[in-house]
């Protein structure tokens, strides 16, 4: 059997599902490892193993250098994985030639985080939105510029701009000149890659609801990349939690934030402020002591091990794997399982490593 026949035969027996049957994107063992020279490695992406089913948001959330950015420019091939599968409609993307992913480029897209250097000023937006148009020959003439004039309006600019250069357009306009050039082709994935962090808190939330709406009419599968959990609890239907270069949890968006189980998880979603003064000042929030580790020289066994307080020694020989703790809510955690799922019920070992709970 082929490694191609391996991988579809096994899309299935990898505990990751959600019961919406086959995956769109499934992502095996990805690895995306950078050769500084000098036997230095950065290991961005180190073993990733996931599936993203059709019509779905699954927000991928970390601390900024854990990955996430790499992650989803390496499903697309804008950085070349260095191992793994990214299967899509049973071909395998990761192995497929140069001429070979032009072809798939077109049901494959990204929105960029910033919505200005990702535009070429010297274009027009007619021009930018026109571009992948004459890329992959989809319409010429006067049917291409009607279909520029309908993704104008489709993401609420008016058809007369499109004379206009991006200088001319403010932060949130200009992300949704970059939304309109991703939907040129008609695409079924898109990578949304930050698409609200350089923007102004009062954008955000017209572009978040600009996304829902496109995913609704057009029937879009989205992985919404970005560290504002608040952003992510809006978009995501479901969630994955990323860490130094591997997923250490994921579950439907209302587990991770009601029950998170990964110590790293429950400090993330504490340091969202809550709207409530009175519940704000008495909440206890988890705080980490210490930088993310280098990804040149990550911790051996549990790469959280060195900042999590309920750290034992175990924790810096075993890699924990991913394990069903609860229905589809999976954790990266030898301390817990599905018969002790709250970290709090496992008093921390005498060789717990730094981190302290205010």
Known sequence: ???????????????????????????????????????????????????????????????????????????????????????????????????????????????FQDPYASLNPRMTVGEIVREPLDTFRLAKGRKAQERVQELMETVGLSKRFIKRYP??????????????????????????????????????????????????????????????????????????????????????????????LMPYTKALISAVPVPDPTVESTRKRMVLEGDVPSPINPPNGCRFHTRCPYAIEACKEVVPPLVEIKPNHFAACIRISPEQPQIESVAPGPDAAPGIIS
């Open 1 to 111: 059997m082929s490694t191609q026949e391996e991988m579809l035969s096994g899309i299935k027996d990898v505990p990751l599902e959600s019961n919406q049957g086959d995956p769109l994107i499934a992502i095996r063992d990805l690895k995306v490892h950078f050769n500084l020279g000098g036997g230095r490695v950065v290991k961005a992406v180190d073993g990733v193993t996931l599936n993203i089913y059709r019509g779905e948001t699954l927000g991928l959330v970390g601390e900024s250098g854990c990955g996430k950015s790499t992650l989803g420019r390496a499903i697309l091939r804008l950085t070349e994985p260095t191992a793994g599968h990214v299967m899509f409609r049973d071909r395998d993307l990761a192995q497929l030639s140069r001429r070979q992913m032009r072809e798939q480029r077109r049901h494959l897209q990204i929105i």
């Open 167 to 260: 200088h001319e357009f403010s932060g949130g306009q200009r992300q949704r000149i970059g939304i309109a050039r991703a939907l040129a082709v008609d695409p079924d994935f898109i990578v949304a890659d930050e698409p609200i962090s350089a923007l102004d808190v009062s954008i955000q939330a017209q572009i978040l609801n600009l996304l829902e709406k496109l995913q609704r009419e057009k029937n879009l599968t989205y992985l919404f990349i970005s560290h504002d959990l608040r952003a992510v609890r809006h978009a995501a239907s479901r969630v994955a939690v990323m860490y130094l270069g591997k997923i250490v949890e994921i579950a439907n968006a209302k587990a991770i934030y009601d029950d998170p």
